[in-house]
């Protein structure tokens, strides 16, 4: 897949009629170069940790066939369990957002026009989901940093050290979704003022659009 802006508008402003003919997958969103570039790092890390529950499954089931066919119960593996399961969910937040396919609420977005939908988008990252994610990474970090100072270990007995680690993920996650929510804001603005440019996904078939 090859990507050019050879059809793109000659002037950096383009308008809503202009940009819609940049939209592609179900997001309704033109795309820029460099949101390209910020939702290919972020899909990459969303889909190496789905490779996660694949491992889940196979410790849950090693560990249920442990307890019930020999007895042997492991605290350990129970950790295991969650805390790869914890990762995995964490680390696929932003390729949720960046796919489009997080749940949605939007009996009255879906009724709008494009360019109303686009506002809306606006108004929500700038007044909602951004200072979230920002207080939340604000708060996380010295979460992390401060269970990493004092070697906090699980309470439970054969439980797993290192618990900062998760925590780190945790700090990680949003630090992703800020990253995946500048992305969409970038679409956005693409889309209702032209900047920064939309760019055209071309594929094997001439101008066939692909949102990965």
Known sequence: MTVSD????PD???SVSDAEQYIHHHTELPTTS????MDGVISAIGKSASWLWIVVTGVIIYAVVGRYAFGQGSVTLEEVQWHLAGAGWLLGLGYTLVTDDHVR???????MSLKGQAWIELLGLLL???PFLGLAVYEMIPYAFSSWEQGE????PAGLPYRWILKSILAVSFILLILAALSRLLKVTALLFGF???IRIESGDNKKEDAS
């Open 153 to 156: 270990t699980s309470q439970a």
């Open 12 to 14: 950096v402003h383009v």
């Open 196 to 198: 920064p440019k939309p």
């Open 34 to 37: 460099l949101s390209q570039f």
């Open 6 to 9: 050879k059809g793109s508008p």
């Open 105 to 111: 609420v939007d009996v009255l977005h879906e009724r």
């Open 128 to 130: 909602l989901l951004l």
